[in-house]
Nanobody, 120 residues
Framework: VQLQASGGGLVQAGGSLRLSCAAS????????TGWYRQAPGKQRELVAH???????NYADSVKGRFTISRDNAKNTVYLQMTSLKPEDTAVYYC???????????????WGQGTQVTVSS
């Protein structure tokens, strides 16, 4: 199983970006997916999370600006980011809890990071 994160880039403050996290491989089901970010010198933090049932939660710092969604048919989760601020600058990672055929329990998988830079 692989997670491929994409969509990062350089944007001016107030702009928007959409990140994608696509899962591939032998997947039975995706239980939940989260977007995390890590800025230089800071700890990695959870930004947004979505369950298989569509329940979402967000970090207080992004509520009202970021929206997480999923396309189950494509095994893809999106993070729509609007009204971006310089403090949103970080490497963004996606992580998913995935059931694979034949495994007794779900496993956690991480994608590679994608850089988001917001200029002031």
């Amino acid at each position: 199983v692989q997670l491929q994160a994409s969509g990062g880039g350089l944007v001016q403050a107030g702009g928007s970006l959409r990140l994608s996290c696509a899962a591939s491989g032998s997947i039975f089901s995706i239980k939940a997916t989260g977007w995390y970010r890590q800025a230089p010198g800071k700890q990695r933090e959870l930004v947004a999370h979505i369950t298989s049932g569509g329940n979402t939660n967000y970090a207080d710092s992004v509520k009202g600006r970021f929206t997480i969604s999923r396309d189950n048919a494509k095994n893809t989760v999106y993070l729509q980011m609007t009204s971006l601020k310089p403090e949103d600058t970080a490497v963004y990672y996606c992580a998913a809890t995935i059931e694979i055929p034949g495994a007794p329990i779900p496993y956690d998988y991480w994608g590679q990071g994608t850089q988001v830079t917001v200029s002031s």
